[in-house]
């Protein structure tokens, strides 16, 4: 069993059942019928609450564990999500796809790190958006949740490869509250990014 299996592997959702703060903020940008992925999605409270928008939700996680308590949180809530059981460092990613990636404390290595960038950019469509919040290399200081490897943790330049096929619509790298289950709970240093991918190269 994976650690992220182990980590699922109870009837609790430990980081909750209900949204990211962040994500249900942004309830205005997902519109009905739009295709949405949620990347390293756990136990799946981000994408259910998308699919209770109207949303059309792929879910992807390295978890089986998760993913099946995702189903079971669609269910209970009257939706259905698409879940597949992806390792992200091995992602077969579609071109021009969907009409907004979501990954919430989608913490990986350098290298996963970058090939995630390079898999939103061709997965989404022009006009796409990309919306994450993710633990900054700050968090180290708080100790509230994420990852205690720096390596694992996020700086702005992390995202760098997007600006340039990318209209940045929001940026934050400071602190907020979070209480997410029994994991992610206090001031929390994090980073928040929302991108638009350009519509045309008229745009760059």
Known sequence: MSTWDKRFNTDEYVYGETPNAFVKQQ??????????????EG????????????????MWDYS????????RLAERRGVT????????????????????????????????????????NRALKPGGYFVTEVYSEAQLAYGTGGPKQKELLYTPADFAPLMDAFKTIHFFDGTVERHEGALHNGESAVLQYIVQKHHSIEEL
């Open 81 to 120: 999500l698409h879940t597949r059981l992806v390792d992200l460092a091995e992602a077969d990613w579609p071109e021009d796809t969907y009409d907004a990636i979501v990954c919430i404390y989608g913490h990986f290595p350098a290298h996963v790190k970058k090939s995630v960038v390079a898999g939103v």
């Open 43 to 58: 136990e799946g409270r981000n994408a259910v609450w998308l699919a209770e928008q109207g949303v059309d939700v792929d």
């Open 64 to 71: 089986q564990v998760g993913l099946d308590k995702a189903n």
């Open 27 to 40: 309830a205005p940008l997902f519109k009905q019928g739009m295709r949405v992925l949620a990347i390293a």
